[in-house]
């Protein structure tokens, strides 16, 4: 199987986390799901390597949640100079109305309403075309990605229909570190 980025955790997840992972493999298209279980880093990049994946994105997780995204970078053999911190998911469960899975997606577009930066990470990780106007993709892909300002960011995964598709998850900040 082909895919683009391959979405791991840390060692031990939680459930929440790997719900957020499961919503995530199903609601981004290109995206491939790598069980960790006690596989080593380098058996993730040969399995990675393996399914043709450009990224790992790794969902790393504390105290029972997710507390960040991470990136690495298969072909250049390095990290992503960021790492995304989550501060709150908000699960299918956790939405007033009944959210059922809906079938695999096999398009998506970002939508940036913040204007800052996650736009453009997830633009070059996941290779979605970026767009600054909810409106324009209205039932034109089966996943919207909205990023959107929050206390940080909120990035919200929304059907065709611009209802809930997956979770939401709140973005604190981007840390940019040095590697």
């Known amino acids: 199987m082909a895919c683009r980025v391959a979405i791991t955790t840390s060692r031990g ?3 929440i986390t790997l719900e957020l992972v499961n919503d995530f493999v199903n609601s981004l298209p290109g995206t491939a799901k790598v069980v960790r279980g006690k596989k080593s880093f380098t058996a993730l990049l040969e399995e990675a390597v393996s399914c043709g994946a ?5 969902v790393w997780d ?9 990136f690495y970078d298969v072909g250049l053999g390095a990290w992503k100079p960021y ?6 998911v908000r699960t299918r469960r956790d939405f007033p109305v009944f959210v059922a899975r809906r ?4 398009s998506a577009v970002i939508v940036d309403l913040a204007g800052g930066e996650l736009g453009d990470i997830f633009a070059e990780v996941f ?3 970026l767009v600054y106007d909810l409106g ?12 959107r300002r929050g206390e940080g960011y909120v990035v919200e995964l929304l059907g065709p ?15 940019y570190r040095y590697v």
């Not at 450009?54 to 790794?58: G, K, L, V, W």
């Not at 079938?103 to 096999?106: T, V």
């Open 13 to 15: 997840p939680s459930k």
């Open 54 to 58: 450009r990224y790992i994105a790794f």
């Open 62 to 70: 504390r105290r029972g949640m997710p507390s960040a995204l991470l």
């Open 83 to 88: 790492m995304l911190l989550i501060s709150g």
């Open 103 to 106: 079938p695999r997606a096999r």
């Open 127 to 129: 290779h979605y075309p």
């Open 136 to 147: 324009a993709v209205r039932g034109r892909f089966d996943t919207v990605v909205l990023v």
């Open 161 to 175: 229909d611009l209802g809930p598709r997956a979770l939401s998850l709140k973005i604190r900040k981007v840390l």
